[in-house]
């Protein structure tokens, strides 16, 4: 299949998706918003009639109030109420078919099977489930036939466990080993459970569906407090979102924690923020150290974190500083227009692609040009990782800036000029002053963004952890580490592999109190204007 015919493919499958799972539960819940919407106008409709032949009757002015919530609100109120407790159970029964089969199935499997280790019946679980997948590619000729073989009638049907395998390596399924008749039974059982577990989560959802649609139907009268009810229902579901992504961070950070304290059981937490050395390959038994586990001193990661980072907020800061003010306050619209917009391309650009030209165009131009007037640069070095980064960070601190500069009221500006003073001491005097603590907060931001940058750093500035001033030599960062320890052939439980969960909880340690440090700054100098 050529490149046309593999395009033409993923197009057919995200179309057929489209159509089949995401455009009719739209076209379904915006006939119900209408149809509520409907019901809500056409009783506004006909009290306005009777009020009006009232008022006609009696002289009076019409009460065109009578309905508590707009139509659009009983429409959306009725969409809601019809699908929400459906869409609740459904997910709940999603969530929990999956252990439920498992354990009906792994009910059935022989005794000899649960008496295996933990990591030996995990392995049959994944074959069962090779083989249930494997499955719905198979006819009802060779469905019935693995059901013979799967109850060892092989007097009826002589199947043999190795003509059951080339079946499914014909249907492109890999199996490992020949599956046993016990496997072939659970996986025909557990794709039994399965349908019919899908068969009655849907049907449950169309009639919880059906139910709630005429219960809330009946209900939408002219006083239904149906605002209310839809304003409710949305401040819980910002409330759950708000709450899974606070969960959600701890997760992560716990995840760190706790493997960062396996670490620190190994490894003394002095010889990790103390150390010099970053060497964890080689045992410190001959030279009197820690074990055999290597040394793993964070300080030459840290420092080589901070060097860089500061190269490359030398080089980002100025110009982006420059290009906000010279795009907030001397540009013209249509150049501003233009010229913002190009400047945030940058932003776009994936920072694997800054890696690239670090390491194709400007490391080698380093060392050229540093040959030409008798300096050695390394093509990777700090000067080359920060500087790339700093181009990086350009659009960051500009864009922020900008805005921030924009938000100094106009009246400071009209009041500067007022009083005699030229544009550029508006600018110095004023405008930047009133803008400076959210200046300081865009670099602060700026910093922690440049300290978490991995790409760059792996391509342009080496993987060499050492203690040096040297900008033109090789240099690494924390990032760079986390990334070589958790590819290697490690053992997890190792401390080669723990000691990325250390450097990566120190470096959101760092990130958050530069993120704290900034808001800070932010709070106490920011100005109340207007």
Not at 301 to 330: C, D, N, R
Not at 387 to 410: C, E, H, R, T, Y
């Amino acid at each position: 299949m050529g490149l046309r015919g593999k395009v033409s493919e993923v197009l057919s499958l995200y179309v057929t998706g489209f159509l089949t799972y995401i455009l009719p539960p739209v076209i379904v819940i915006g006939i119900v918003y209408f149809i509520g919407k409907w019901k809500a106008q056409r009783l506004l409709n006909n009290r306005l009639l009777t009020n009006q032949g009232q008022a006609k009757n009696t002289n009076t002015a019409a009460n065109a109030s009578s309905l508590h919530s707009r139509p659009p609100y009983h429409g959306a109120f009725l969409a809601l109420i019809s699908f929400l407790p459906a869409v609740i159970v459904f997910c709940a029964w999603s969530i929990a078919e999956g252990p439920v089969i498992k354990g009906m199935v792994n009910s059935t499997l022989p005794a000899s099977v649960s008496q295996l280790d933990a990591g030996k019946q995990d392995l049959i679980s994944s074959v069962i489930g090779t083989v249930e997948n494997g499955l719905k590619k198979l006819d009802q000729k060779e469905l019935a036939l693995l059901d013979q073989a799967a109850k060892g009638d092989k007097a009826a049907v002589p199947v043999e466990p190795e003509a059951v395998r080339k079946l499914f390596e014909g249907k492109n399924i890999i199996l490992a080993e020949n599956p046993e008749a016990y496997v072939l039974s659970a996986a025909l059982k557990s794709r039994s459970f399965t349908q019919f577990s899908t068969y009655g989560k849907y049907a449950l959802f169309i009639l919880m569906s059906i139910a709630s649609f005429m219960i809330a139907y009946s209900s939408i009268k002219l006083r239904l407090r149906a605002r209310n009810g839809v304003e409710t229902i949305v401040k819980w579901f910002l409330i759950l979102a708000s709450i899974i992504a606070i969960v959600t961070t701890f997760g992560i950070l716990f995840s760190v924690l706790f493997e960062t304290i396996n670490f620190f059981q190994i490894i003394p937490p002095s010889n990790f923020f103390f150390g010099t050395v970053w060497d964890p390959r080689f045992g410190w038994g001959a030279t009197g150290g820690d074990g055999n586990f290597g040394q793993y001193g964070f300080l030459p990661l840290l420092w080589g974190t901070l060097y860089i980072s500061f190269v490359a907020l030398f080089v980002a800061v100025p110009v982006g500083l420059f290009a906000a003010i010279y795009m907030s306050e001397y540009a013209g619209s249509k150049l501003r227009s233009i010229a913002k917009p190009a400047l945030e391309i940058l932003a776009g650009i994936p920072t694997i692609v800054y890696g690239f030209f670090a390491l194709v165009t400007l490391g080698p131009f380093f060392r050229d040009a540093g040959a030409i007037v008798g300096l050695e640069i390394n093509a990777s070095s700090v000067l080359t990782a920060g500087f790339v980064m700093g181009i990086m960070l350009i659009p960051f601190i500009s864009s922020l800036s900008d805005d921030i500069i924009n938000a100094v009221p106009q009246s400071l500006r009209e009041g500067s000029l007022g009083l005699g003073s030229t544009k550029s001491e508006t600018i110095t005097k004023v405008v930047l002053p009133a803008a400076l603590p959210g200046l300081v907060g865009a670099v602060m931001l700026a910093a922690s963004r440049a300290i978490g940058e991995t790409m760059i750093v792996v391509l342009a500035a080496g993987i060499a952890a050492k203690l040096h001033m040297n900008p033109f030599d090789a240099l690494t960062t924390i990032t760079v580490k986390i990334v070589n320890q958790l590819t290697g052939d490690h053992e997890f439980g190792s401390p080669e592999t723990l000691v990325a969960f250390a450097l990566g909880l120190s470096l959101f340690i760092i990130t958050l109190m530069l993120n704290v440090y900034a808001l800070y700054i932010v709070r106490k100098y920011r100005e109340q204007y207007d």
